[in-house]
């Protein structure tokens, strides 16, 4: 399968006109309309550039396009491996991007994940919700919207902070500061970065997949991820009682993404499968066989089933035919049937073969706990069909890291012979193991827990899906213990706001981060000297530099 984007990519990711290009084009078309007055052509560009994208199917082709570009980048060399932090607001993701800029200069490899999950949780007119599709549908094109919407607002921010250091430099008379300042706007870097969505089991059949994915493409969604579970019986990966679908069902649903993406225009377009057949020991359908040996047939082998004789036949009895005998798939009294035990991470691999030869682009397999050799076992396999098959991982919340690491290494250390006397492998959470050399060992495979299964697992995009929810819940239960404590006041200065001076987060500025500075300026551009603007002396912001 060829990753490699289909010719557009250098014309998809390069950068805006430049600013001084900008200013002219604006001058020449204000120059055929003499009753613009008081429209300058600067005013014009600037705003231009701080609105690169003027639709959302503009950043899904932009973001397909990186995207697409990572993935051979990665192909070539397998540290070029990218991440995303799941984000359940605009203003989230915008942080995130703010502060990623911040540290590393660069936004590249850096996604967004927009977790089906945290929308059930946190986002649902519903209130709270499991994560099992009962969200209104709706609710996902909306969230990525905002996402851009957010980060869009970053780009105009941060241009305009860039704006106004450069009308201080031609104040001063400073030309060497103005060259630079016009070099920076010219190499800006958009905030703008791909999102890989959660489509989750497509909210019906392939028809309501199909009109879903339409509308999170024009919100801007370049990566769509959809799971083989059934729509009406869907769970989160982590939860029991998963039952899958036969494999012409979910591959029904992958055309229908594609279909979307291709209807749109957005030719690069990414579609991450994921399978969730290694937890999941139920299944809806029994798949329809034409011959031995076909897809059907496969999904049908896995089943747990029991030979039947006219002796044993059992009223509304369902029977299918196997190696010559007629056999009785096991049903369940909700009418769901069973796959035998131990046949999951076979299951997994025909299931991400097939995806991967029917369209897909990247692979997500939902395991039960972060162990590279599991992922690789799998990811061995399937290179056996497809040599570049690479990855999506859910880093998962749901896992503990800690435990799952410390026992690893403590089996590790059990079988290579050393003494492990002093350490209880059932106790080995506890905070007194924090400091030992096996807790130690366990952090540093942890550290390098990404780096090491992008080289060996055929990780191209490690996500976590819930972080943000669980930064919310500490820093807020942080902030609540001190402030309606004995430090009161002191529980938010010394904790948030002192934190955030030192540490140079842009939001101490908040009247900055929600616009004000945007709109003093855009009140200027329309009314000139007549504007009424927020930004003087008297405004508290000043405070804080």
């Not at 949780?121 to 919407?149: N, W």
């Not at 080995?428 to 193991?433: A, I, Q």
């Amino acid at each position: 399968m060829n990753y490699q984007p289909r010719g557009i990519s250098d014309r998809a990711i390069q950068g805006p006109a430049s600013y001084l290009s900008e200013i002219g084009a604006a001058e020449a078309l204000l120059k055929t309309q003499p009753t613009w007055n008081g429209v300058t052509a600067e005013a014009v560009a600037r705003m231009r550039l701080q609105n690169r994208f003027k639709t959302g199917l503009d950043i899904a082709r932009y973001t397909a396009a990186l995207m697409r570009s990572d993935m051979a980048a990665y192909d070539a060399d397998p540290t070029k491996y990218t991440q995303s932090l799941g984000c359940w607001h605009g203003f989230i993701a915008q942080q995130k991007l703010i502060s990623v800029k911040k540290h590393f200069g660069t936004t590249d490899r850096r996604y967004l994940y927009l977790s089906g999950w945290m929308i059930a949780a946190l986002r649902s007119e519903f209130g709270p919700l499991p994560d099992q599709s009962m969200h209104e549908k709706t609710s996902v094109p909306a969230l990525i919207e905002e996402l851009y919407t957010f980060l869009r607002q970053a780009d105009s921010r941060e241009l305009n902070d860039i704006f106004r250091a450069l009308d201080a430099a031609r104040k001063a008379g400073d030309q060497a500061k103005e060259k630079a300042l016009i070099e920076k706007i010219d190499n800006f870097q958009t905030h703008v970065v791909p999102v890989i969505a959660d489509i989750d089991a497509g909210f019906g059949n392939a028809e309501a997949t199909y009109l879903l994915a339409k509308k999170m493409i024009e919100a801007g969604a370049c990566a769509l991820q959809i799971e083989n579970q059934v729509s009406d019986e869907k769970q989160c990966g982590h939860q029991d009682g998963k039952v899958t679908v036969p494999h012409e069902v979910f591959l029904a649903k992958i055309r229908a993404c594609r279909h979307a993406f291709l209807e749109l225009g957005v030719e690069d377009g990414i579609i991450v499968t994921r399978t969730d057949s290694l937890g999941a020991g139920l299944t809806q359908q029994i798949a329809v066989s034409h011959k031995p040996g076909d897809i059907g047939d496969q999904y049908n082998s896995f089943l747990d089933c029991e030979e039947v004789t006219a002796a044993n036949a059992r009223n509304g009895d369902v029977i299918i035919s196997r190696n010559g005998k007629m056999m009785r798939p096991k049903r369940l009294a909700s009418n769901l049937y069973q796959f035998r035990a131990g046949t999951g991470e076979d299951r997994c691999v025909l299931d991400c073969i097939t995806s991967l030869q029917n369209g897909a682009d990247l692979l997500w397999i939902e395991t039960e706990k972060p162990h590279i050799e599991q992922i690789a076992k799998m990811v061995d396999r399937i290179r056996e069909a497809v040599p570049n098959a690479k990855l999506a991982y859910n880093n998962s919340p749901s896992f503990n890291w800690t435990l799952h690491f410390r026992w690893q290494v403590y089996d590790a250390m059990k079988e290579a012979g050393k003494d492990v006397s002093k350490y209880n492998r059932a106790d080995l959470m506890k905070p007194e193991y924090d400091d030992t050399p096996l807790a130690i060992e366990a952090d540093e495979r942890i550290r390098t827990f990404q780096a090491d299964s992008a080289k060996r697992a055929g990780i191209f995009h490690h996500l976590i899906t819930l972080p943000t929810y669980h930064t919310a819940a500490l820093s807020t239960d942080n902030l609540a213990r001190e402030y309606f404590g004995e430090q009161g006041m002191l529980g938010y200065v010394k904790n948030v706001q002192r934190q955030e001076i030192r540490q140079g987060i842009a939001c101490v500025k908040h009247q900055n981060m929600a616009g004000s500075d945007i709109g003093d300026d855009h009140k200027e551009y329309f009314a000139g000297e007549a504007a009424l603007k927020a930004g003087g002396v008297h405004n508290t912001m000043n405070q804080f530099g």
